[in-house]
């Protein structure tokens, strides 16, 4: 805890990765087909980030690990219910709702960039660049439409994130996106602050 009251909760890897997320996404997102080459170094990105990601929610600090924000579905529908009701507690990580939606988002992304390295094999590009030998070309369509409809639902969690974020910030008066710029939180006295569970 700083002598301003509040407390570093996240990491510089964890703002790192979460920015360079949001950059490479979207610069994959709008550069699909005219840009192809930014498109693909953009894909190569973010899977590689997430590829990091991974075992750093096993062996980063405390609010960086699954185990700190991976919760059941009774407790995540529990949450999203007093955030209906505006009445959600405060926790000074992530939120059962929170946890649940980076673990949706890391799997999307995942299998959003799987699918893209598969259409590029299938072009006879990239690390999987043998598939185009070895598949029926018509798979090339199909994995096409797979990776945009994946990217698009992708997008649509990233826009409920985004509104779940500001709907946290405005619930519990603490700006959301500028502590995930510096790291820190308001530090309260209070169970959730600490991290403790009821």
Not at 16 to 27: C, N, P, R, Y
Not at 62 to 86: E, N
Not at 173 to 182: K, S
């Amino acid at each position: 805890m700083t002598g301003t009251g509040k407390v570093r909760i996240w990491d510089p890897f964890v703002r790192i990765f979460h920015w360079s997320l949001v950059a490479g996404f979207f610069i994959a997102y709008f550069t699909e087909d005219d840009l192809q080459t930014i498109h693909n170094w953009a894909g190569y990105l973010v899977l590689a980030l997430v590829v990091l990601r991974i075992p750093w929610g096993f062996i980063g600090p405390r609010h960086a690990r699954f185990s700190d924000f991976v919760r059941p579905p009774a407790v995540i529908i529990g949450h999203l219910r007093d955030l209906a009701r505006g009445q959600a507690r405060r926790y000074i990580g992530h939120t059962p709702a929170g946890g649940a939606m980076i673990l949706a988002l890391l799997g999307f992304v995942l299998l959003t960039c799987l699918s893209g390295l598969t259409v590029l094999g299938l072009e006879g590009e990239g690390p999987l660049a043998t598939l185009k030998a070895s598949w029926d070309p018509r798979w090339e369509d199909v994995f096409e439409e797979i990776h945009e409809v994946l990217a698009n639902f992708t997008l649509l969690l990233v826009l409920l994130h985004i509104a779940g974020v500001l709907l946290e910030s405005w619930l519990h008066r603490e700006n959301l996106i500028r502590a995930m710029v510096t790291g820190d939180k308001r530090a309260e006295d209070t169970p959730e602050a600490a991290g403790r569970e009821d």
